[in-house]
């Protein structure tokens, strides 16, 4: 299923029907450069069909809510600003998860 770019949460073809994932990650923007400077954002729309909306985040002072990765990301943000990757498209579980392994 295609999910809106405004949604958090994804159904993906998952072992388990209607299993939910996290169609977005936080990152920081030294991050962020590396991924578009390694082209890794655009190859892993390529090989996981999907397509990855990026947004910059900027907080003053403490996030509101009970979001903790942007807490997270927030706390070790140096600029200030956190970029929200948001993933749609046919495999967002497994794009996901090398953007991850990516940013680890």
Same mark, same amino acid.
């Given at each position: 299923?295609?999910?809106?770019?405004?949604? #958090?949460?994804?159904?993906?073809?998952?072992? $388990?029907? %209607?299993?939910? $994932?996290?169609? *977005? &990650?936080?990152?920081?923007?030294?991050?962020? =450069?590396? &991924?578009?400077?390694?082209?890794?954002? *655009?190859?892993?729309?390529?090989?996981?069909?999907?397509?990855? #909306? $990026?947004?910059?985040?900027?907080?003053? %002072?403490?996030?509101?809510?009970?979001?903790? =990765?942007?807490?997270?990301? &927030? #706390?070790?943000?140096? #600029?200030?600003?956190?970029?929200?990757?948001?993933?749609? %498209?046919?495999?967002?579980?497994?794009?996901?998860?090398?953007?991850?392994?990516?940013?680890?």
């Amino acid at each position: 299923n295609v999910t809106s770019p405004r949604s #958090d949460l994804s159904r993906s073809s998952s072992p $388990v029907p %209607g299993t939910k $994932v996290k169609n *977005y &990650m936080y990152i920081q923007t030294p991050v962020k =450069d590396d &991924m578009l400077r390694c082209h890794i954002l *655009y190859k892993c729309q390529r090989h996981s069909r999907v397509h990855i #909306d $990026v947004t910059n985040i900027t907080v003053q %002072g403490r996030p509101e809510g009970e979001d903790n =990765d942007l807490k997270k990301a &927030m #706390d070790a943000s140096q #600029d200030g600003s956190v970029w929200k990757l948001v993933v749609t %498209g046919l495999e967002v579980k497994k794009a996901i998860e090398w953007l991850e392994k990516q940013n680890a």
